[in-house]
């Protein structure tokens, strides 16, 4: 069974530039959760689809946003880039139930100059 | 006070001791638990689950959970090199997994 697919592995934009990262989940898998890793805050919840539907959001600005597909693929944009925003974001899924394991992909690491 | 507490560590082992990891949370509605093991620029990877209170066993890792006390913990038996990583424990109060700062483990051969 393949596992949680994000593509592009690395990036790197320039201030005030918009970007777009996707996430395939693993096949029958139908959340998908993102999250920004960074050396000084950890793992932090960006935010979860299910059914082409948020249902959770995290402390983030709006310049963060998702969306989901119907064949649950994910895509979470970022826009105005800014310097703070380079970071490790991972994509995970997890099965229909809440509180189900949650099985991340490899991430795209975004640097911002 | 954060919603999930780990010490950063590191944690130095020797090789074929037994590492003991511990993590605290504060939503007492938590209702699962996990553990990742994250090598450096990795993602993290799934090694134990852990829903109801008690030991769960596997290969040579142990999750302990007591939420009357709000803390889970990770053993992990006869640590070898390759176990050199930070731990991340995660807690899923509904539908968002919150994590540790995790805790950097150091096996020396």
């Known amino acids: 069974k393949a596992g949680v697919t994000q593509t592009p592995r690395y990036l790197i934009k320039t201030r005030g530039q918009q970007v777009t990262l996707s996430c395939s989940p693993i096949s029958g898998h139908r959340s998908v959760s993102w999250y920004q890793q960074t050396p000084g805050q950890g793992l932090q919840f960006l935010f979860e689809?299910?059914?082409?539907?948020?249902?959770n959001k995290g402390n983030f600005p709006g310049r963060f946003s998702g969306r989901q597909f119907s064949n649950s693929r994910s895509e979470m944009n970022v826009s105005t880039l800014e310097l703070g925003d380079s970071a490790l974001y991972l994509c995970?899924?997890?099965?229909?139930?809440?509180?189900?394991?949650?099985?991340f992909g490899q991430g795209t690491r975004l640097t911002v100059v | 006070q954060k919603e999930v507490e780990q010490n950063s560590g590191p944690l130095s082992v020797p090789e074929g001791a037994i590492a003991s990891l511990n993590c605290t949370y504060s939503?007492?509605?938590?209702?699962?638990f996990f553990w990742y093991r994250q090598y450096s620029g990795k993602s993290p990877e799934l090694i134990m689950s852990?829903?109801?209170?008690g030991d769960k066993e596997d290969g040579r890792f142990t999750a302990q959970l007591n939420k009357a006390s709000q803390y889970v913990s990770l053993l992990i038996r006869d640590s070898q090199p390759s176990d050199s990583a930070t731990y991340l424990c995660a807690v899923n109060p509904v539908r968002k997994l919150t994590f540790g700062g995790g805790t950097r483990v150091l096996v020396k051969p």
């Open positions: 852990i829903y109801s209170n």
């Open positions: 995970a899924s997890s099965l229909v139930r809440e509180n189900t394991e949650a099985f």
């Open positions: 939503d007492r509605g938590s209702q699962s």
């Open positions: 689809y299910f059914s082409e539907t948020q249902r």
